[in-house]
């Protein structure tokens, strides 16, 4: 731990800072993992006096903070470390008083936070590096997406590169700091009933859904440059992906966890057209209840052919997983916020069930639940108590709040505070993210070549598109819809 720190966060009168960032740097503060002596600035083009962006945070944190957290005391003094630097990040004229801060302030260790808008990720390390504010006791902490796409991710690296090396580089995703992503791997590789049988000869498919009942909130300008696959599929979902199908790293270490990541993505089947033609979806809702069509949110093309809703099937080609589908299900304005894994294992056939009395067992499934009620769940088969010999599922679960002494805690804590401790083993290396965007670039270019192809209508509150049934049809399953 460095024994002073200056936490630089650009963007500070975003949406980001207000909602995760200070609620999760008062855990850290409040669990006394921050240095003694440490400052966090804020850094934006809003105009605030240090007393003013103080006063705007703290009507802001008590929306975003577990009340728990909430002691005066503590408060109080984690405000009197927050400073603000009025300036425009894209103008290298405005970089002097930050530059002069930081000389004064002298810190042994300091962290930029880039929660700025996608389009400054390129300029601000430029700048940086003008200022030669880039010393080796620097870390840069970037938001995803990192890039539009596979050519400007390689910018993006090249210019990160060029200003940081790659141990200073952060990119953050932040669904790696969840507890619940982590387990994914104690679970596939600490259970010896587990273990031999995460493979295609054991596992039918596997589905992993993350959706919402929010629509785009008021990020409507981000959210037309960017869609729901570049928001969430290229990074996040991938990320578990990656956990739920890598080989055991050898270590758990930055360069041995991070080796077995791009090895998933270099092994996923490259898309053609006619594949994507067949088994990627996108849709957008429309207007339901009480809520707006996509198309009537502020800052959105009243033509937009934006997607909020992205389902497909992936497969990887290794040895491990030859022939096994991946579904992806991925939407804004659904029926209720969940992210959950569902592995179906293969379905038993033995006389005794198959043809005994109608019996028709059901293929064993395992959920993984990231969020909410985390946990883990597996259905299988027992006898119905009487004659005959039917079966029918029942489940065995485990519910994080079950463990009284420990809390699952909040992924962005975890993760800035691993970048304080200079552990990078849960962020996203730079060639995972070029080695991600190169499969989904082909989805892209598809879009881009046919600006026509499919973008259904979904009600607001429904489960998406219907017409992303018949993907999950094709290996003769049903999406997995949580309640
Ligand atoms: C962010 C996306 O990365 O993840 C948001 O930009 C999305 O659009 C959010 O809402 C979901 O994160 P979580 O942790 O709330 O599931």
């Known amino acids: 731990m460095p024994k002073s720190l200056s936490f630089i966060i650009f963007g500070a009168s975003g949406d980001l800072t207000k909602r995760k960032l200070f609620s999760a740097l008062l855990d850290i503060f409040s669990e006394k993992h921050l240095p003694e002596k440490f400052e966090i600035v804020g850094v934006g083009r809003t105009p605030y006096s240090d007393s003013e962006y103080r006063d705007y945070l703290l009507g802001q944190l008590p929306k975003y903070t577990k009340p728990e957290a909430w002691d005066n005391e503590l408060i109080n003094s984690f405000i009197s470390h927050i400073r603000y630097e009025t300036m425009d990040p894209a103008k290298e004229e405005e970089y002097s008083p930050l530059v002069e801060h930081l000389k004064t302030s002298n810190s042994e260790s300091v962290i930029y936070y880039l929660a700025t808008p996608p389009l400054l990720y390129g300029v601000i390390p430029q700048h940086l ?12 902490i970037v938001e995803k997406p990192f890039g539009y796409d596979l050519s400007s991710a390689k910018q ?12 200073q580089v952060f990119r953050m995703d932040h669904f790696l700091g969840k507890e619940t992503a982590q387990n994914i791997l104690a679970f596939r590789f600490a259970n010896s009933i587990f273990e031999p049988i995460w493979n295609r000869n054991y596992i039918d498919y596997i589905e992993i859904t993350s959706v919402e009942n929010l629509g785009i909130e008021n990020r409507g300008g981000y959210y037309e440059t960017a869609g729901t696959m570049r928001d969430m599929v290229q990074n996040h979902l991938v990320q578990l992906l990656a956990l739920c199908t890598m080989e055991p790293p050898v270590k758990f270490d930055a360069d041995s966890f991070r080796n077995e990541v791009v090895k998933v993505y270099d092994s996923l089947v490259p898309l053609t057209e006619d594949y994507i033609r067949e088994n990627v979806i996108r849709g957008q809702y429309t207007a339901g209840g009480d809520k707006v069509a996509y198309r009537q949110e502020a800052h959105v093309a009243p033509d937009s052919r934006v997607e909020t809703f ?30 959950e894994i569902v592995v179906h294992f293969k379905k038993v056939h033995h006389l005794l069930l198959d043809n005994v009395n109608g019996a028709n067992p059901h293929a064993n499934k395992l959920v993984l639940r990231i969020q909410p009620n985390e946990g883990i769940v597996l259905r299988f088969d027992m006898k119905l108590p009487g004659t005959g010999f039917q079966t029918k599922q029942v489940e065995m679960d485990f519910v994080y709040d079950r463990l009284s002494d420990v809390k699952t805690g909040d992924p962005y804590a975890r993760l800035i505070e691993d970048c ?7 962020f996203t290396r730079g060639d995972a993210v070029e080695s991600s965007w190169k499969y989904f670039d082909a989805i892209l270019d598809y879009w881009k070549k046919y600006p026509e192809a499919p973008l259904y209508g979904y009600p607001a509150g429904t489960w998406g598109p219907l017409e992303s049934n018949a993907l999950i049809e094709s290996v003769n399953g049903n999406w997995t819809n949580p309640c």
Not at 156 to 166: K, P, S, T, V, W
Not at 316 to 330: E, H, K, L, T, Y
């Open 420 to 426: 304080l401790l200079n552990d990078p083993t849960l």
């Open 129 to 140: 590096k003008t200022f030669g504010l880039n010393g080796e006791n620097t870390r840069i």
């Open 156 to 167: 993006l690296n090249a210019i990160y590169r060029d200003a940081f090396q790659e141990h």
């Open 310 to 339: 992205f389902a497909m099937k992936a497969e990887i080609d290794n040895w491990r997983w030859s022939g096994v589908p991946f579904f992806f299900r991925v939407g804004k304005q659904m029926p209720t916020k969940v992210t």
